[in-house]
């Protein structure tokens, strides 16, 4: 970890959240996309957890319906950092669930869900999130089963195999 990766993981943070022009907005998020990806990043999204999870909850509560895309580049940000980080993956899906839970709006409570499945997706089959198997959202509208490797009934009481990303995350009401 370098000053400069430290530095520059502030700034975009920074200007995530204080920049009123929304492209430069969504293109400071691409940023901090493409960072969270970069392996040699980890140990400093460790050190600022906290604030990149502050600054995704700003983005991801926007009011604006003109910010959508930025929304959804903010819960694929989210996702990306609990599937780069999966040794702080229990943290980062008990503070997913926990602003679920208490958001009132749905369109809020997507964008977690979705931040969710994107986790799930791009870790894939590496078994990276074996110690977080199931996480029940205590007053929520939604339990989520997290399964690897296994079967995954359905709402019909199919089953499938679960390589089809639909069968990863089941929501029951």
């Not at 809020?108 to 869900?113: A, C, G, N, T, W």
């Not at 089959?125 to 989520?144: D, L, N, P, T, W």
Request: some cysteine; glycine content about 2%; charged content about 30%.
């Amino acid at each position: 970890m370098s000053y400069s990766d430290e530095s520059r993981l502030s700034n975009l943070l920074r200007r995530i959240t204080r920049e009123d022009d929304r492209d430069r907005r969504l293109a400071t998020v691409k940023q901090l996309k493409e960072f969270i990806q970069q392996p040699e990043n980890k140990l400093v999204l460790v050190k600022q957890l906290d604030s990149i999870l502050a600054a995704v909850r700003d983005v991801l509560n926007e009011s604006s319906k003109l910010l959508q895309e930025l929304r959804q580049e903010g819960a694929c940000c989210l996702g990306l950092l609990c599937a780069s980080l999966s040794y702080e993956a229990e943290k980062i899906f008990k503070w997913i669930f926990s602003k679920f839970s208490s958001s009132a709006k749905d369109e809020v409570k997507l964008l977690y869900l979705c931040a969710t499945y994107k986790a799930l997706e791009t870790v894939g089959e590496k078994k990276a999130f074996s110690s977080v198997m199931q996480v029940r959202m205590k007053g929520g509208k939604c339990m989520i089963f997290i399964f690897s490797h296994t079967f995954v009934e359905t709402s019909e009481n199919r089953t499938h195999d679960d390589n089809s990303p639909h069968n990863v995350l089941v929501c029951i009401s």
